[in-house]
């Protein structure tokens, strides 16, 4: 009965996680539109988080009132996990971006499962089994191949913000993990947000993006298209990121939601038109099999106790 219990809990941790993936995998559509009017990617990103999180607030308001309240010694673990991991991987992804190939970018930010498994070994004691192991490399170079192997030279700088993009995302997991102790989902995504939102205002040059929304001439309808940008792409997928990683490991988490680059090669391909290359087919086929591996391999374990 228990050994059953555990195994629903963990495939619907799974459905929920892979579930975020693929809403994370649309984001380019919302970002290319946002940058037509002009915004940078750090002004989209300051503008997603912001909305996101007066969103959360509201959504905790109506949930559980008294999911505001929160222990004044965890308010470094809150900062943590909308400084260090939301907003610091968010700059560093960015800023990755601008100065390197965006496959090269991918790639380094696709480290974050090896992160998350060695931060999992030192903080949670999460054993290294080899289904994890398979999973893991399985996973990564299917994000390799998707994103296209990179191209053009890598500076030091650019090496270092890609990886520190990796290890902000993979802090989400861990961070959230520890918060998920003793905070809702509700809770942890709430103030998350409300840091990484607030922050983002120090590094996004505010007055300039201000008065970007005022040139569009739309300001009610780019609003709008920011809401629902925010809510698609940042409040439905942390949300089910967040209840999901509730639901199982840190390093598990971690892999299955390596489903978000070839989400975002589908989208490419059926809706903006985008070629998809035979390489990038192995390795979508590659990231499948790493959840493949990940879900058959502890049926069976399951299955012996």
Not at 121 to 137: G, M, V
């Amino acid at each position: 009965m228990g050994a059953k219990e555990t195994t629903s809990k963990t495939y619907i941790g799974d459905i929920l996680i892979i579930l975020a993936g693929l809403f994370w995998g649309s984001m380019g559509l919302f970002v290319r539109h946002l940058a037509s009017f002009g915004f940078t990617s750090i002004q989209i990103a300051s503008l997603r988080l912001s909305c996101a999180a007066i969103i959360y607030v509201i959504i905790l308001f109506f949930k559980d009132r008294k999911g505001f309240k929160i222990a004044l010694r965890d308010i470094p673990l809150f900062l943590g996990l909308g400084l260090l991991s939301i907003l610091f991987f968010t700059y560093c992804y960015f800023t990755a971006i601008q100065i390197m190939a965006m496959s090269t970018a991918a790639i380094l930010l696709y480290t974050s499962p090896i992160w998350v498994m060695l931060m999992s070994l030192i903080f949670f004691k999460e054993k290294l089994t080899s289904q994890k192991i398979i999973a893991l490399i399985l996973a990564f170079l299917g994000c390799v191949l998707v994103s296209g192997i990179g191209g053009g030279k890598v500076t030091v700088w650019g090496l270092l913000v890609g990886l520190g993009s990796g290890i902000g995302y993979g802090l989400y997991s861990i961070l959230g993990t520890v918060a998920l102790r003793k905070y809702s989902t509700y809770t942890v995504t709430t103030y998350t947000f409300i840091v990484a939102g607030l922050g983002s205002f120090f590094v996004a040059d505010t007055p300039d993006m201000i008065s970007k929304l005022q040139q569009t001439g739309a300001v009610p309808s780019t609003l709008l298209f920011v809401l629902v940008t925010a809510i698609f792409t940042a409040v439905i997928p942390y949300l089910l990121y967040t209840l999901g990683l509730s639901k199982t490991t840190a390093s598990r988490a971690a892999i299955l939601a390596t489903v978000e680059p070839v989400t975002a090669t589908i989208f490419g391909f059926f809706v903006m038109h985008e070629k998809v290359s035979m390489v990038a087919l192995v390795g979508i086929v590659l990231v499948l099999l790493a959840i493949a591996v990940l879900n058959i391999r502890s049926s069976k374990k399951n299955e012996k106790k």
